[in-house]
C-alpha cells in the first residue's frame, strides 16, 4: 500500500460534459451509449447549420458589396463627366509647351 492517496486519471468529454475514468473500455462504452451518440448528431448537425448559414451570408456580403461598387462606379464617372463640362479640355500647346484650358486661356 502506498503512503499517499493516487486519484485514478479522469477523461471529460466535450460533447456529454461529463468526467468518466480515464481508460479503454470506459471511453469505448461512453462513446457507443445512445446519448452520446445523440449528443454528437446534434453537434453536426448544428456544425452543418452554422457553415451554410456562414455561405449564405458571403454570399449576401458580395452581392451587397457589388451593388455597392457598382453605384460608387456609376456617381465616379458621373462626377468625372461633370468635371470635365465644368472646367473644360484641357489642350497642350507645343509652342509655349503648356497645357491651356479654353475656358480659362
Not at 1 to 22: F, G
Amino acid at each position: 500500500m502506498t503512503e499517499y492517496w493516487k486519484s485514478n486519471a479522469m477523461h471529460w468529454c466535450e460533447l456529454c460534459r461529463v468526467w468518466m475514468n480515464d481508460t479503454k473500455a470506459a471511453k469505448l462504452n461512453h462513446e457507443r451509449g445512445a446519448k452520446h451518440q445523440e449528443n454528437l448528431a446534434k453537434k453536426l448537425r448544428d456544425m452543418s447549420r452554422r457553415a451554410d448559414a456562414e455561405k449564405s451570408e458571403k454570399a449576401r456580403a458580395a452581392a451587397t458589396m457589388d451593388s455597392i461598387e457598382q453605384a460608387a462606379r456609376k456617381q465616379y464617372e458621373a462626377d468625372q463627366q461633370a468635371a470635365q463640362e465644368q472646367a473644360g479640355k484641357w489642350v497642350w500647346n507645343e509652342g509655349s509647351g503648356y497645357y491651356y484650358n479654353a475656358k480659362h486661356k
